[in-house]
Each structure stands twice: as structure tokens, then as C-alpha cells.
């Protein structure tokens, strides 16, 4: 999904101002580590991200998917500033190659060791730093052209394969679809054409989650163990509040590693990811600081069931998804 805002963005982000040279990366151990990374990033190549991970993330199989799926969403980075540089740690903003209108700041923490491992990096959307180049405002007549030209180039690419329509007051702008449904089949992408969305499911969980504390079924301030008693561990049930799964901020963790490669197959019910990942602790203490947390929103999902006495499924069907009459 981000690939498409990508797309919208870059289509709308012509005749940028041309970039001041890129600032050097020092050579502390941090930044030899984040140089590296941006290197096998922006490669594509799958040896090369095998490489580094081995020998800079190797406690997490997973990270060639994930960066893989970096490259493929944003074309890979350019390093803009340096904001802050230690042994150890470095911080940096970077302007995203497929569209140079967009910024991000990433973090790496190393180990101090040789070859120096990866203890934490974070990588998050920032708005364009002060004196950026900024996007020339283009009319909606040529703002349709712009990224009608850039989905056919994408498509052709095969960076985007998907569906979309832009509205506005109620009326349809433009609307279409590019790419295969299925590339074995040869089967084209149409407006009818069902696609996974992944994690926007999550706006659905939060709003099933807020629609049960409007009836008073829940509460904001109610942890896990007064709703689930028989959660596994005892100090994540008492101290993580529905509030902090909702913002991420429960330190409950993720569900993707070893673990979940281990037993995927396995995974089929909400009740199977709290048998795998629930008795483990907490990353940090509630409401600290925030992280990510996929199984956060699982676990909303458990506590919908139990409170609804519905499936997750259902209640979201008959509550959010159905057409009023």
C-alpha cells in the first residue's frame, strides 16, 4: 500500500529543485554499518542484503524480506543530513529515490565488535526537512496526467500492479487498473479485482475496539488480565491497558522471527498466537515509549471476541462492513 502513495506523490512531484551534494557518512562504527545498509538496500541485490544481514543482523532471518520490501516501495535511499553521530550510534535523514519528495529519519545502534552488530534501527516517514526542494502545485488536469504517466511507467516496471480512483465532492476524477492478478495466469488487474490490505485492517480493529467502549463494553483503561483472567503471563495481563495496544505503546512486541517461521502453518486462530507469543515479557514498560506491535492489535482482537461474543470475523462484518439499510 505504500508503494501506491508512493506513486501519487512522485506523479505530483515534478521539477524538483536539483539536490545539494549528499552529505559524507563518518566512518565511526555506526556509520560503516549504515553506509553498508544503504548500500545493499539500494543494490537489490538479494547476495548482497544476504551478506550484510549475515554479518550485521544475523538474530533476524527475516530482514531480507523486509529489506527487499524496502527497496521495492521506495527505490532505495540517499542519505540528505547526518543529524547526529557517535561511536555507536548514528542518525540520519534520507530522501527516498522513488519519490525525492519524500523523507525519512532512520537510527542504528551498534554493537561495539567487529564485525559491529546491529542492536536497534528504526526507520520512520518525517516531514521534508527545512530547505528542502519543494513540489511545484500542478493543476487537477495535470496532476491526472502526471500520474497516469507514472502508474503506466511503474506497471511497465512492474512496481505496481494494483487498482485505483481518485474522488473529489462525491465525483469520481480518475479511476483504473494496471498490472496482473495473477502473473502465472497472465489473469490482468480490474476494478473488480480483490486485493489483501494487510495491516489497514487495523484501522478496522480500532474502530470495532472504540464502537465497544462507546456501548461500555470496554474501557480504554481496562488491562488484558481484567478481560482475559487466564492470559499467560501475569505481569503483561495486569499492566497492559487497551489504550496502549491501540497507540502501540504496550511493548508487546511482534509476531514476526524465528518463531513465527517455526510455526506459520500453525497460526490459523487469534487463540493461536496468544498460546505462541503469550507468555513471553514485555520489551518495555506500558505506555514508555512507542513500537510497532502486530500482535498488539491480535490481542485487540482477542479482547473484541470475549467482550462481543462474537467471532472477530463476524463482529466486524455485522458491525463495520454491512451497509446501513
Known sequence: MRAIFSLVVAALSL???RAAAPPEIPSTSAGKVLAGYLDAVNSGNKGKLEAFIKA??????DALDRMLDL???????????????QALDIQAVLREREDNGRYDRMSVTVSDGDPAVITKITLSL????????????????????????????????????????WAKNGQAITSGAKGKADREKGIDNTLDTRFRIGSMNKMFTAVATLQLVERGKLSLDDTIGKILPDYPNAGVASTVKVRHLL?????????????????????KTLQDYVKLYGKRDLQF?????????????????VLIEKVSGKSYYDYVAENIYKLPA
Not at 527505490?75 to 543530513?81: L, P, Q, T
Not at 528542502?132 to 500542478?138: C, G, S, T, V
Open 126 to 165: 518525517i516531514p521534508p526537512p527545512a530547505g528542502a526542494p519543494a513540489p511545484e502545485r500542478l493543476t487537477q488536469q495535470a496532476a491526472v496526467a502526471a500520474w497516469k504517466a507514472q502508474i503506466d511507467k511503474a506497471a511497465s516496471h512492474g512496481t505496481f500492479s494494483g487498482a485505483w480512483l
Open 285 to 301: 514498560e506500558p505506555g514508555t515509549k512507542w513500537e510497532y506491535s502486530n500482535y498488539g492489535f491480535l490481542l485487540l482482537g
Open 247 to 267: 497507540s502501540h505503546t504496550g511493548g508487546t512486541g511482534d509476531i514476526f522471527g524465528p518463531e513465527f517461521a517455526a510455526h506459520r502453518l500453525e497460526l
Open 15 to 17: 521539477h524538483l529543485a
Open 71 to 85: 527497496r521495492w516501495n521506495t527505490g532505495g535511499f540517499d542519505v540528505y543530513s547526518i543529524e547526529s553521530s
Open 56 to 61: 550485521h543482523r544475523p538474530d533476524r532471518p
